[in-house]
T-cell receptor
Framework: GAVVSQHPSRVICKSGTSVKIECRSLDFQATTMFWYRQFPKQSLMLMATSNEGSKATYEQGVEKDKFLINHASLTLSTLTVTSAHPEDSSFYIC??????????????FGPGTRLTVL | AQSVTQPDIHITVSEGASLELRCNYSYGATPYLFWYVQSPGQGLQLLLKYFSGDTLVQGIKGFEAEFKRSQSSFNLRKPSVHWSDAAEYFCAVGPFSTGNQFYFGTGTSLTVIP
């Protein structure tokens, strides 16, 4: 139980294009989803927190117009990197949590998406 | 402010040896505590968590962790390490009412030598 998927697992795009990453909770309803960015050999950096049906809360220093987050349903959140540049290349990981029995107060992570911007 | 410290950036152990990864937290009350493991190029997998009750928590893959309030610690242990345990380990605390977010330590990289 408590499985989170991400798609795609790996994406390569040209500079200036937009990329959408999907995060799905497969067997539970995710009231809250988190988006992280991870640089090589480093810990996770929280980018934003999204609650279903409301606007995402972005961490300081994260451009909300560049990293668009949508959490339209209890099982799906998307992160769109707009006008991507090489410095956006990174490993993006989502996680989900809920108030349900067995999954409450615990973050369950997706497998991550490796974004490379050429 | 809440924080999580993992003092050891990198640890090397021999296969079959015991392992202890350290984690200290800073928080006014007893937080929820977690250990996650990350293999290269993968997401994070939950090893175990502590919310309340018995301070010795059993997790998956033979791992356990002990919560020590007096030391603000939540160290991860395994009596006999396997080569497949080589990975990055993250300690985390949360969620907090101020936004439901977690705080992660900087991680400890484990190398297992034959």
């Amino acid at each position: 139980g408590a499985v989170v998927s991400q798609h795609p697992s790996r994406v390569i795009c040209k500079s200036g294009t937009s990329v959408k990453i999907e995060c799905r909770s497969l067997d539970f309803q995710a009231t809250t989803m988190f988006w992280y960015r991870q640089f090589p050999k480093q810990s996770l950096m929280l980018m934003a927190t999204s609650n279903e049906g409301s606007k995402a809360t972005y961490e300081q220093g994260v451009e909300k117009d560049k990293f668009l987050i949508n959490h339209a349903s209890l099982t799906l959140s998307t992160l769109t990197v707009t006008s991507a540049h090489p410095e956006d290349s990174s490993f993006y990981i989502c996680s989900a949590t809920s108030t349900g029995t067995g999954t409450s107060n615990t973050q369950y992570f997706g497998p991550g998406t490796r974004l490379t911007v050429l | 402010a809440q924080s999580v410290t993992q003092p050891d950036i990198h640890i090397t152990v021999s296969e079959g040896a015991s392992l202890e990864l350290r984690c200290n937290y800073s928080y006014g009350a007893t937080p929820y505590l977690f250990w996650y493991v990350q293999s290269p190029g993968q997401g994070l997998q939950l090893l175990l968590k502590y919310f309340s009750g018995d301070t010795l928590v059993q997790g998956i893959k033979g791992f356990e962790a002990e919560f020590k309030r007096s030391q603000s610690s939540f160290n991860l242990r395994k009596p006999s390490v396997h080569w497949s345990d080589a990975a990055e380990y993250f300690c985390a605390v949360g969620p907090f009412s101020t936004g439901n977010q977690f705080y992660f330590g900087t991680g400890t990289s484990l190398t297992v030598i034959p």
